[in-house]
């Protein structure tokens, strides 16, 4: 039953709802007048000093937020691009910075490739590194050779871009599939190329690489010869990965944001400690298998799908961000992992729930907070954390190039503000399960859940009302019957007014129209009579002046299937029947002309 079965869904749909403690967000500008900021840095010796990476070669320095004369590193003359995906992408400090002073920058260079560089800081001034001291990291060249960068195609797309250092003390890099559409080399399966990998080094010390590879790295025997920095296999573009590694709770799980080609954004979960993995492109976008190109097969198996996908409908390009472990936001979303997109300037977080035995992730709902927030934003381009675990992210203006558009903004609780109603409420019926969806409010706070409201009489909750995480849900098993739903959008602030009504029928077609109607004038007195079917409940004789048009409508009560009323004024009457029932009303009888003398 349609009535048993709504508080057995309730129940179901709880589970995945969102704490109701959730509290309204909003975005604070903390800073301006950058040109395409990708990164926010907190320095881990110098106290109170922050750097914002900008695209464009510029390492802007502040401290205390006051902004420094001079750039923490400059960059703009080496690199390429800076208003593509080239430019200057990623900088991180390793575990020893108070001791080595280095620091490690991301770019690409004139060329086009990928270099990692090493650099130290100036001895007289920590806030500016000494340019000097720049040491290019050493990959193979594919010959068996070694040479400055890693060789990325003549596309300039595709190039990953950041570098973090992980919880076991290495060095993580995501390196792009090099370029172009449906990575046209195959390279993030193709075991001798970086390409389109996740790499994992050890940069501690001074080996004549920069680098050596940690013995524990994933050993893909069955690939020989598979180059030993590669941490995993088939990622396409991942913009912006993390650990969460900071704070009570934390996993030290891996955590990528990877760059869709034209279906899918993907997220991918991978526990701490655990390499080898194969994210599965250009076989797999997301969980979708990847049909327009041939398919070669995976450079070794199963494919890891990701913890969680968005399609294009919602946005075009993911910027990875963290788990946040702060406390500024309250318990609510503390484990929540907050992500972006760039093309559409959205913001979402996603809960989390970790299998203790295995480490795994399921997610348990996104909410979107872009509207609460004051978005869209232009390009959402980066997230960042600081040492207590509170986030911030990055934008710029991606169309228009981006000078002295980009901003960085802290996550911050907002006053509330209760949520404007749903739009868009339309249902799909398809034998008896109902499937039944809507728009989020455009109005007022973002929603954090909806309430749908259900009944067999309109405007009533007989049936009952279901909560709902997500702006839509499926009913199975309906039985025949008319029912009016109307949805509500709720956070913590408040519950909004409905939504307008929809009507549904399941398996209960309306009726037909009246089979037979036929019409007379005996002076001024007017007779009309029509068929009534099994199932009706009302019959509606609908009278216009011109054809096709009403001016007055009767309703008749069934059984009655006759009328007549004397007194009729002259004239020339149009005049049909409707047949009402439970499921609907029916198209119209024939049209009877009755001319009254």
């Known amino acids: 039953m349609f009535v048993r079965s709504l508080p ?82 990623g900088l991180a400090f390793p575990p020893d910075a108070a001791t080595s002073g280095r620091v490690f920058v991301y770019f690409t260079n004139q060329a086009g490739n990928i270099v990692v560089s090493r650099f130290t800081r100036s001895s007289g001034n920590p806030l500016v590194v000494n340019a000097a001291s720049r040491f290019d990291l050493q990959w193979p060249d594919g010959s068996g050779g070694r040479q400055g960068f890693i060789s990325h195609p003549v596309n300039g797309n595709h190039n990953g871009g950041h570098l973090a250092f992980g919880p076991d003390g290495f060095l993580y890099l995501g390196i792009g599939d090099g370029g172009a559409g449906d990575d046209p080399l195959n390279n993030a399966q193709t075991p001798g190329t ?49 650990f969460d590694d900071l704070g009570a709770g934390a996993t030290n799980a891996l955590i990528i944001g990877d760059v869709g080609q034209g279906d899918r954004e993907e997220i991918d979960y991978e526990p701490a400690n655990q390499g080898g993995r194969n994210y599965g492109w250009r076989q797999f976008e997301g969980t979708l298998d990847n049909n327009r190109v041939t398919q070669l097969g995976l450079a070794y198996g199963p494919h890891k799908p990701p913890v969680f996908e968005y399609s294009h409908a919602l946005g075009q390009a993911i910027t990875g961000g963290y788990v946040n472990r702060g406390a500024r936001l309250g318990a609510a979303y503390v484990g929540r992992y907050f992500y972006g997109d760039c093309v559409q300037g959205k913001i979402w977080s996603l809960g989390l729930t970790i299998d203790p035995m295995s480490g795994e992730a399921t997610p348990t709902g996104s909410v979107e907070h872009t509207t609460e927030m004051g978005g869209p934003f232009n390009c959402v381009s980066s997230f960042a954390r600081d040492p207590g675990g509170d986030l911030y992210f990055t934008t710029f203006d991606y169309l228009n190039g981006g000078p002295g558009t980009g901003r960085v903004y802290s996550i911050e609780l907002g006053t509330a503000v209760a949520p404007g109603p749903p739009t868009g409420l339309t249902a799909n019926v398809a034998g008896d399960t109902v499937s039944i969806s809507w728009t989020p409010p455009a109005t007022g706070g973002a929603a954090t859940g909806y309430l749908l409201d259900a009944s067999t009489v309109s405007g009533s909750t007989n049936i009952g009302t279901v909560p709902t995480a997500a702006p839509g849900l499926s009913v199975p098993a309906v039985p025949p019957g008319q029912y009016f739903v109307r949805v509500r959008a709720t956070n913590p602030a408040g519950t909004s007014a409905p939504s307008s009504e929809l009507t549904i029928n399941v398996n209960c077609p309306a009726p037909a129209p009246p089979a037979t109607f036929t019409g007379s004038v005996a002076g001024s007195t007017v007779s009309m009579n029509w068929s009534v079917a099994a199932g009706v409940t009302t019959t509606v004789i609908d009278a216009g002046y011109a054809p096709g048009t009403t001016f007055l409508s009767i309703p008749i009560a069934a059984p009655t299937a006759g009328v007549q009323y004397p007194g009729i004024p002259a004239g020339t009457y149009y005049v049909r029947t409707r047949a009402l029932g439970a499921c609907g009303t029916s198209a119209p009888s024939v049209e009877r002309v009755l001319v009254v003398q």
């Open 8 to 89: 057995l869904l309730a129940a179901i749909l709880l589970a995945a709802l969102p704490s109701s403690a959730h509290a309204q967000l909003r975005a604070r500008l903390l800073a301006g007048g950058f040109d395409r900021p990708v990164g926010v840095i907190v320095d881990p010796v110098v106290p109170g000093a922050v750097y914002v990476l900008d695209q464009v070669g510029y390492v802007r320095a502040f401290l205390n937020g006051v902004p420094q004369p001079a750039p923490f590193l400059d960059l703009h003359t080496v690199i390429s691009g800076g208003y593509s995906e080239e430019g200057l992408l």
């Open 194 to 242: 970086l390409l389109g990998k996740m790499l994992r080094i050890d940069v501690s010390g001074s080996p004549a690489n920069g680098y050596t590879v940690p013995a524990t790295n994933p050993m893909f025997s069955t690939m020989t010869p598979a180059l030993p920095e590669i941490w995993a296999f088939g990622v396409r573009n991942p913009w912006r990965y993390s």
